[in-house]
């Protein structure tokens, strides 16, 4: 088994960390560094030792200027896919695939990606009683000693100094957070198809189950006849995560009312005539996404593939013929996307980058990349083409802290030794770290409704959850509310 090599691999690897970390926070001054910073789904520690061990030499940043030349490689090597790479039990060597490939790999693999096998998602056993909590920051170091709690039980049966824990709102604010989508779920019921039709839900990447448990104890508890026709479809990839979730649902005893389907949505093959709800919250996130390079010159689009050589590093190369995914998404976002987004060429004037090639002879000729989303893409068109009568309720995060380089990059990050550590290259070891990209609702938005035909309303967490969550539940002593405080970088859409 590859554990106890990797362990090592990375114990030596963070040993000395590297220079973009930050000093260790304590618990009173955490509260601080989160209203800062937008939340992203992991706990911050930090070390400070990485300028150190520049100064003294004992490692060195990489260097855009130290390149191997890999061509003969390139033209040698076969190209996979990800679907290919599911069936490996093993990282590949000696291939070349397209980046969404080698991310939709590096997550979802079955027997090596990161949700599959090291993901573990946190939770409380009992709710968080914000009403007791003076402010806050106390909420903040409550959490802190909750996270340290769950942990120190995770080690306790088995421990594992590379476990990649994480948090979402549904846990954090369970079971309130539910609670507020089971009241827009139940009231547009209501208002469109009760009592002709049953209340038909779908949730994609449902985690611990904790949102399907929360919605169907609300709606069981504040109107029977609703519950009596509610029917709750989960579609998990991870087999893991599908086991939890039918437990949960025993547990609840909403057995009855409950199926778990163990696939992956973009294997969906059954047609569902039914009006249905979709839930899709904090899932675009992990979506795989493109590279995109522009040529200065021509403004032409090239397209990122990545090669992974005989010892499993990673080279990218940029070709001018796009696969028919890309060039698709290019296509309909230039017909149907009105408002103006980001761009790797728009940040230059067209003058000015001829200035620079003329003046800067020997510097890049292709932009910074662009990270364009072609799985969301693909998703949109499963709903049209499998759930013709869906209403979409998605979420995620519209910005992101410290991102790899790029246009709608990612935030790419391990954990080590209770330590989130994010580090610069979307090309790293499959498994280990967490690929999660931002939103660009305005793309998102027009996109979907381009692709489904639908109408949509997009609006902010904060209001949201102003609008369906019972506030005085997450209401602190001082008047502080953590569950609009929090998550303030997270958009939300809806169709009807």
């Not at 001829?354 to 910074?368: A, F, H, Y």
Request: glycine content about 4%; some cysteine.
């Amino acid at each position: 088994m590859d554990t106890p090599l990797v362990s090592s691999l990375f114990r030596a690897f963070f040993r000395h960390r590297l220079c973009t970390t930050r000093p260790v926070r304590t618990p009173g001054s955490l509260s601080a560094l989160l209203s800062q910073r937008p939340q992203r789904r992991t706990f911050w520690a930090y070390r400070d030792d990485a300028k150190e061990a520049h100064a003294a030499g004992e490692w060195q940043p990489k260097s855009p200027f130290l390149h191997i030349d890999m061509t003969e490689e390139f033209k040698r090597f076969p190209m996979v896919t990800a679907e290919q790479l599911s069936r490996r039990t093993q990282r590949p060597r000696r291939v070349k695939m397209l980046v969404r490939d080698y991310i939709d790999d590096a997550l979802y693999n079955p027997h090596y990606g990161y949700f599959s096998k090291h993901a573990v998602i946190f939770e409380t056993k009992e709710p968080f009683n914000f009403a007791a909590m003076k402010d806050d920051i106390e909420f903040t170091k409550i959490l802190a000693d909750e996270y340290t709690r769950f942990e120190d039980a995770l080690d306790a049966k088995e421990p594992n100094p590379l476990r990649q824990l994480w948090h979402t709102p549904t846990e954090l604010f369970k079971p309130y957070y539910g609670e507020a989508i089971a009241r827009y779920l139940v009231t547009n019921y209501k208002l469109s198809l009760y009592p002709y039709k049953d209340l038909i839900i779908y949730e994609m990447g449902a985690g611990n189950g904790t949102m399907m448990a929360n919605v169907l104890d609300y709606i069981r508890e504040t109107d029977p006849d609703v519950y009596a026709r509610t029917k709750y479809k989960v579609i998990e990839i991870s087999p893991h995560l599908a086991s939890l979730q039918r437990s949960v649902a025993a547990a609840g005893d909403h057995a009855d009312h409950i199926e778990i389907v163990n696939q992956s949505i973009f294997d969906w093959n059954t047609y569902v005539t039914d009006p249905c709800f979709f839930l899709a919250l904090e899932v675009f996130d992990n979506f795989a996404h493109d590279m995109i390079r522009y040529d200065y010159a021509t403004e032409q689009p090239l397209q990122g593939i990545v090669l992974c050589d005989s010892d499993g590093d990673f080279h990218d190369f940029y070709t001018p013929d796009l696969d028919p995914v890309a060039a698709r998404f290019l296509d309909i976002r230039r017909r149907v996307v009105e408002a103006p987004f980001p761009h790797p060429l728009h940040s230059t004037p067209k003058l000015l980058r001829t200035l620079r090639r003329q003046l800067l002879p020997g510097s890049s000729n292709l932009t910074k990349p662009e990270y364009i989303p072609t799985r969301m893409m693909g998703f949109f068109d499963v709903l049209r083409e499998w759930f013709p009568a869906h209403r979409l309720v998605m979420s995620d995060f519209s910005s992101l802290p410290d991102a790899v380089e790029g246009v709608n990059a990612p935030v790419v990050q391990t954990r080590f030794e209770r330590e989130t550590i994010p580090v610069t290259t979307p090309f790293v070891h499959q498994g280990y770290f967490d690929i999660l990209f931002p939103t660009n609702f305005d793309v998102t938005n027009d996109m979907y409704k381009a692709l489904t035909g639908k109408l949509t309303r997009v609006m902010k967490h904060e209001d949201f959850m102003k609008r369906w969550a019972y506030l005085e539940e997450t209401e602190t002593r001082a008047g502080e509310n953590p569950l609009l405080g929090w998550y303030k970088n997270v958009g939300m859409l809806s169709s009807v």
